[in-house]
């Protein structure tokens, strides 16, 4: 049952926001914001556009409170969060840093600064992520990532002690068994 105060995630809302959030991007922007060749931010948001989508899915009939935190794990370009900001919860993406990732940070926040939110970005593996003095979240996401994690029971762990106790964590790993990759749409060849 739904409490006031709180809002239930629907597929139109979903449909709504990820809509929105492709028209206002206008990659040129983007890639003279960030920094970035513009053919790469196309390349870019056309690669992840459909899985912030379905980013939004895992939420799907998921009733938060109107001020609801929301950690997404792995955001990579951040625009699920983007969209999740663009709702108007205050989201933190969680993407780790250093070599691979050089370009995540500025590129994500050129994408919200598009779309008029802001999202707090958190350079950092899952598995060491400093949650100290920081306040917990009443859901943490993750699509496509905890796959890439390394040390995945210690990953969990740290995200537990970032959730609210009346928190929920919410994450959706590929099934290999099943022979298709969702960040490609290809079928995968053993």
């Given amino acids: 049952m739904k409490s006031i105060g709180e809002i239930t995630i629907t597929d139109q809302m979903i449909l709504d926001v990820h809509l929105k959030m492709l028209r206002l991007v206008d990659t040129s922007k983007v890639s003279n914001m960030a920094g970035q060749d513009e053919n790469h931010i196309n390349f870019i948001f056309n690669l992840v556009k459909d899985e912030a989508k379905q980013t939004l899915q895992l939420l799907r009939g998921v009733s938060l409170p109107m001020d609801a935190r929301i950690l997404e794990v792995g955001a990579g370009y951040g625009l699920a969060s983007i969209c999740l900001a663009m709702m108007g ?3 933190t993406a969680l993407e ?4 691979g990732f050089e370009d995540y940070v500025g ?3 050129a994408f919200a600064q598009m779309c008029e939110v802001e999202i707090e ?3 950092s593996g899952a598995e060491t992520a400093c949650f100290i003095d920081k306040p917990l979240f009443d859901i943490i996401i993750s699509n496509n990532v905890l796959e890439h994690v390394h040390e995945i029971e210690r990953a969990i762990s740290n995200l537990t002690t970032a ?3 009346s928190g929920i964590m919410v994450h959706s790993c590929p099934n ?3 022979p298709y ?3 490609f749409g290809l079928p995968l060849v053993p």
């Fill in 163 to 165: 959730l609210k106790r």
């Fill in 96 to 99: 780790p840093g250093g070599i």
């Fill in 181 to 183: 990759d969702p960040h």
């Fill in 176 to 178: 290999y068994s099943f």
């Fill in 89 to 91: 919860f205050s989201v």
């Fill in 121 to 123: 970005h958190l350079e």
């Fill in 107 to 109: 590129t994500s926040s």
